[in-house]
Every structure is written in C-alpha cells, then in structure tokens.
C-alpha cells in the first residue's frame, strides 16, 4: 500500500485517489480549431519512464493536485494544489 | 545434427544421449544493413520478422531485442487466445490471428501446447445475460463461434464455482467460445524465433535502441548498444514502450502505460477444465497444464513502467477470485508478476506508418496482445514488406484517432484492455 501526499488532507492511502493526466495538456481555445491540435489534447500523451508531472484528484475531499513522481520507481517527489500550482513562475 | 522436431528425431536423438539437437536459433553478430529491421523480440516482433521471410520472401531482416526473447510480456501473459469480438474489424484481426494458432504447431515445426478448452464469460445478473445475448449475437454474426449458456450447462461446466446461496456473485448464464482456450506463451515466442531463424533472420538480444538514423525525413536503420544497422524499413513491437521509442523518434503516441498483474498457484491435480472469465469481478482463472490455478484481473490504476504491480488491486482481484472459487481458498501463491501494457483510449490496437515516414508500428494491444500474436506479426510483415496497409489494418491505423473513427472495444465487448 502506497501514500500519496493530498496537499490539503496530508498523506493517505493510494487507493482514495483518481489519475487525472498528464499535466500541462490544456484544452485548445477558439472555434478554428484543427483536427489535429484536438487529436493531440484528447489522445496524444508523452508517457514518460521515468519523472513525470500529473494532475490528480484526491477523491475523499475532492482536492485536485498536481503531482510529480516516478513512473519506474513510483517514489514520489511532491505535490502542490492547482490554485497554488498557478501561481508559481 | 538434428534440426527438425519430430517423434522419429526424438526417438534417434534418446539413442543417440540428446547429442545431436542443434540450438533452436543462432545468435548471429549484427551486420551493418538489413532489409528490414524489427524492434521488440516478443511474439509480435518475432512473429513479424518470421511472416516477412516465410510471406514476402524477405530474408534479410534484423530482431533487435533489449533483453531476452518473450521475456516481456509474452511471458507475462495468462496465455489465453480466444477472438469474440464485437466489432468486425477487431473480429476481423482477432479471427486471423484465432486461425493462424490452430495450424501453427506445423507451420512452425514447434509445439505451442494450443489446448481449446473454451473460454467461458459468465452473466451474473438477468440484465447482464440479456447484455451477453446482445454481444453474443453481433459476435455471431462476425462469423465467430460463440454460444449461450444456460445457468445448468454453466454448472455442469464449473462444478467448483461458488454455487451457495449467500454468493456474492451469483452466475444466470453465460457465454462460451468453445474454439478459444490457452497456449503456452513461451512455446510461441522460442517456436516463431527458432523459425524466423532458420528463415534467416538474424536474432540480436540484449541490443538496445539509443537512437533512430534520420535522414531526409525518414527512418533509415537504428543506432542500437551493439552498433549502427541500416535498414529502408523499420518496424517497432515494443508493447508497453512504445512511448519512449516514439520519443526518439520526435512523435507521441495515443498510449498510457499501466502494469497489469496476474499470479499463479501451487499445482493442483485438474479441477478446472476451461477458461472463466467474470466481468463483475474483473478476474479471470485457468488451470495450466502443469497444474497451477492461472490468476488475472484488472489494470493497477497508476501510470507505471515498474514491472511489478501494486497491492491494492492484487488484493481486490484475489477477493474476486476467492468470491468465485471458496474452494481455492487454502491454496498457496507460488509467484505474482506484472507486465507494463499499452493502453490506448478505445482499446484496439495501432497497426500502420508512424509521423515518422519509414517506421511502422504494432502496438496498443492493451491487456491483450498475447491471442494477436500471429494476426500483429503477419500484418507489420505485410507494412513493412509492401509499404501498405493489409486491408485487415487499415481500419487500426494512427489516423483514427484524428478522424474520430475510433473501434471502441471497450464499450463494444465489454471487456476492459
């Protein structure tokens, strides 16, 4: 059994929690959008071995969450919620 | 030296002290061009570099593998084959490879232990009988063998199912395909390289892709731990990697990696005579023929490359299993293992070019690429040697996932991969 670290309600069993996706894949704006661009933001993902950043959804409290971990070892480096995760440079 | 396999060769070779048995496959050094290179040397890559020599008369190929053929998830599998799909494009693909398993024993002078025992699916509510019969008919009608199931024949199939009235799980009926059953996954993988070889193919383990050669805009051969080879066409097989070799070479792909675990029991004599597969619980056992009780179930719910598998759903897919089989109970688990699978959004798989023009791709087989093998390797055989599409893949090309026209199998069949 692995913890995640829910920035809200601290750290908690793995099984609370729902994969969300990869980060940083925002949905394109606007009315032209092309065939491809939106086959990109719905399929196309980059599934990194190795050092990832994820959005995460803590699904007891309902906190959404950016997370980095790693995808070999599972070792988790941190997570930070969207609000504050925005306001970093 | 003996070469072929055979009841009269192994009758000379007990006379002869087993002196004479050659090795199955050479392990040749790599030569700097090929005609064709094939990446990942699990079933799918074996078996394409197998049907390029034996179909397209292509003998000049390479099988790269990073560590050791079938090691990946070829051997990680529950080795069950079977093709009731919903779809008739997947009924298609998933058909060719059904039929392609009953002769290959003698196609590949290997004995793949093909046993069609049945793969069972149970129904345990009236609505999910009423389901089954809806999927079992359009199975039907793609020509696929398949029957319904009473809840009496269900019983006298599965005497060592929970049949108490406090089950959890209650069984109503239950769909059937009797020509699907299990094979031994690591006879396909040693049987479709001992053939590949004898065909010419040259077999390199424990060579590793660093790189793509690009050159003009194409893929032109491969930078690999054991040197440059160079090839017009290269084709790729590499399951739950797919992403990173997609990385090298400048493109992503519609896959997430997740493990998928299964574990085997202690052997025990046979109490179980077919495959049974239950869609409440998401587990589905067998017997093998060593004896042991053949555990899988759902997908770990984490994006993973480690070859191990997480506890939580271990756990849920045993709670299932012991639901369905009380009787299992005092049984020992000898080994729990995961391999890292392909998930792709409408769980059908990816046949066709890459972005990158010169390499082709097999990949996206999710939870089930293992019943595809000959069908996956015949058709990036038929790509790579002709440049096109066999009119069995080109409904899997990458393009559906821009034109919208995805196989959604998941929601189809209902059986998640």
């Known amino acids: 059994m692995q913890l995640f670290p829910c920035p809200f309600c601290g750290p908690r069993d793995e099984a609370e929690f729902h994969?969300?996706?990869?980060?940083?894949?925002?949905?394109?704006?606007?009315?032209?959008?092309?065939?491809?661009?939106?086959?990109?933001?719905?399929?196309?993902?980059?599934?990194?071995?190795?050092?990832?950043?994820?959005?995460?959804?803590?699904?007891?409290?309902?906190?959404?969450?950016?997370?980095?971990?790693?995808?070999?070892?599972?070792?988790?480096a941190g997570s930070v919620s969207l609000g504050e995760a925005e306001q970093q440079p | 030296m003996t070469r072929s396999y055979s009841a009269l060769s192994l009758f000379k070779e007990g006379l002869a002290g087993q002196t004479g048995w050659e090795p199955a496959w050479r392990s040749p050094e790599p030569k700097a061009r090929y005609d064709a290179i094939v990446i990942g040397g699990g079933g799918h890559g074996l078996a394409a570099a197998y049907y390029l020599a034996k179909n397209h008369g292509i003998t000049n190929v390479a099988l790269l593998e990073k560590g050791w053929i079938g090691?990946?998830?070829?051997?990680?599998?529950?080795?069950?084959?079977?093709?009731?799909?919903?779809?008739?494009?997947?009924?298609?693909?998933?058909?060719?490879?059904?039929?392609?398993?009953?002769?290959?024993s003698a196609d590949l002078n290997y004995n793949i232990m093909l046993s069609q025992r049945g793969v069972l699916t149970l129904a345990h509510s009236e609505t999910g009988l009423e389901t089954a019969a809806r999927t079992l008919n359009a199975i039907q009608v793609n020509g696929i063998d398949s029957e319904l199931l009473s809840l009496e024949e269900v019983k006298r199939l599965v005497p060592i199912y929970n049949w108490g009235p406090d089950a959890r799980y209650p069984v109503f009926g239950g769909t059937i395909q009797r020509s699907g059953g299990t094979a031994r996954h690591d006879a396909v993988a040693w049987g479709y390289a001992r053939a590949a070889s004898r065909l010419g193919v040259d077999i390199i383990q424990n060579c590793e892709i660093t790189d793509f050669i690009i050159e003009g805009g194409r893929c032109r051969g491969v930078a690999t731990t054991r040197g440059t080879m160079r090839a017009e066409r290269t084709g790729m097989a590499v399951a739950g990697h797919s992403s990173v070799l997609a990385g090298k070479a400048g493109f992503r792909l519609p896959v997430n990696s997740y493990a998928l675990q299964a574990c085997v029991s202690e052997p025990v004599k046979p109490i179980l005579d077919t495959v049974v597969i239950s869609p409440d619980t998401g587990v589905y056992v067998s017997q093998s023929d060593k004896g042991e009780m053949v555990i899988g179930g759902a997908l770990d719910r984490i994006p993973s490359y480690g070859q191990r598998g997480n506890l939580p759903v271990l756990e849920g897919v045993l709670a299932g299993m012991l639901d369905m089989f009380p009787v299992l109970g005092q049984l020992k688990l000898m080994r729990q293992w995961a391999g890292i699978v392909d998930v792709v959004p409408d769980s059908s798989p990816i046949i066709g070019e890459t972005p990158l023009p010169g390499l082709f791709i097999n990949c996206g087989w999710g939870t089930g690429g293992f019943k595809a093998i000959p069908a996956g390797g015949t058709l990036l055989a038929h790509l790579l040697a002709t440049g096109k599409h066999h009119d069995i893949s080109r409904p899997f090309d990458l393009d559906r996932f821009t034109t919208g026209r995805l196989i959604d199998e998941a929601a189809g069949s209902g059986i998640a991969h």
């Open chain 1, 19 to 76: 994969y969300g996706g990869e980060a940083g894949n925002l949905r394109p704006d606007g009315r032209e959008v092309p065939a491809g661009r939106w086959a990109d933001y719905l399929h196309m993902r980059a599934n990194p071995k190795g050092a990832t950043r994820e959005i995460w959804v803590h699904v007891t409290c309902g906190e959404f969450f950016a997370m980095e971990r790693d995808t070999v070892t599972h070792k988790v």
């Open chain 2, 71 to 104: 090691g990946g998830n070829t051997g990680r599998n529950t080795t069950v084959v079977r093709s009731n799909y919903f779809y008739p494009e997947s009924a298609a693909i998933y058909g060719l490879a059904h039929s392609l398993y009953k002769g290959l």
